[in-house]
């Protein structure tokens, strides 16, 4: 079932995804070689906490970071620790924050120090993927037509759309129904409508589509040890289209 929420909720969850995307804001300024993934998550919590929210993915199904933090070839659910970032590696961060009981969710993969064309390529394609999906994000639209731009503006450009983890509505509970696939036919599913929020989350892989999880349980990698790359924003569906709920 598809829970619309009231503005009351909708600001509410646009003060959390404020602190998402300030969380964000906030990381970027220490991304850099020689930082570890440790140290990364504890700032986020810590500035998640300061700012009156609490870090969804803490202890979310006994995840033990506060945020996901997934290197190079880990697409998600990266388990904060000691792995040291060095330059040109690439770093997804996957934020959530629960502000007054409502979860904002947003994901942002970024480059430590210089990165290589492909590598930047990847960035830029799966970002552009992003919004390319948002634009279909309109009132009596159809939930795939999202998906659809999403899968046809990647495969155009060479890379690889994982099809095992997908976008998600989101509200009280941090994953709500509908389930939104970064792949498929246009025109299928349900249709928007205004006060459904959404957590749109294109997964792109450089090499092939196949992914796997490691023996911690969480982490999710690429198969062929290629990068990867995860965008995401939530979003509220307006009257007259959508709304960014993680962006500042």
């Known amino acids: 079932m598809i829970i619309t929420k009231t503005p009351r ?10 602190i998402v995307a300030m969380t964000h804001q906030e990381l970027q300024k220490h991304i850099q070689p020689g930082i570890t993934t440790k140290e990364l998550d504890n700032i986020a919590e810590r500035f998640i906490r300061q700012h009156g929210a609490h870090p969804s993915f803490l202890g979310y199904n006994g995840f033990s970071g506060s945020i996901c933090v997934s290197v190079n070839e880990e ?28 979860h904002g969710d947003s994901a942002w993969t970024y480059a430590v120090g210089r990165i ?30 999202i998906s659809h731009a999403i899968q046809t503006f990647v495969e155009a450009e060479g890379f690889s759309i994982v099809r095992e983890y997908v976008g998600h509505g989101i509200g009280l509970s941090l994953h709500e129904d509908p389930q ?47 990068m990867c790359a995860h965008f995401e924003h939530t979003i509220a569906i307006t009257e007259t289209g959508f709304e960014i709920l993680t962006k500042l």
């Open 75 to 102: 697409l998600v659910h990266g388990i904060p620790g000691d792995r040291v970032l060095n330059e040109g590696d690439i770093v997804s961060l996957d934020i959530g924050a629960q502000y007054n009981g409502y």
């Open 9 to 18: 909720e909708i600001k509410l969850m646009r003060e959390a995804g404020r």
């Open 116 to 145: 290589n064309d492909e590598t930047q390529m990847l960035l830029d394609v799966t970002e552009k993927s992003l919004y390319m999906g948002l634009e279909q994000a309109r009132p009596g639209a159809r939930l795939s037509n």
């Open 180 to 226: 939104i696939p970064n792949y498929g036919p246009p025109d299928k599913g349900p249709r928007l409508k205004p006060g459904m929020v959404l957590a749109v989350e294109p997964m792109v892989n450089a090499g092939s589509r196949y992914v796997k999880t490691l023996p911690d349980n969480w982490t999710v990698v690429t198969v062929d040890g290629k």
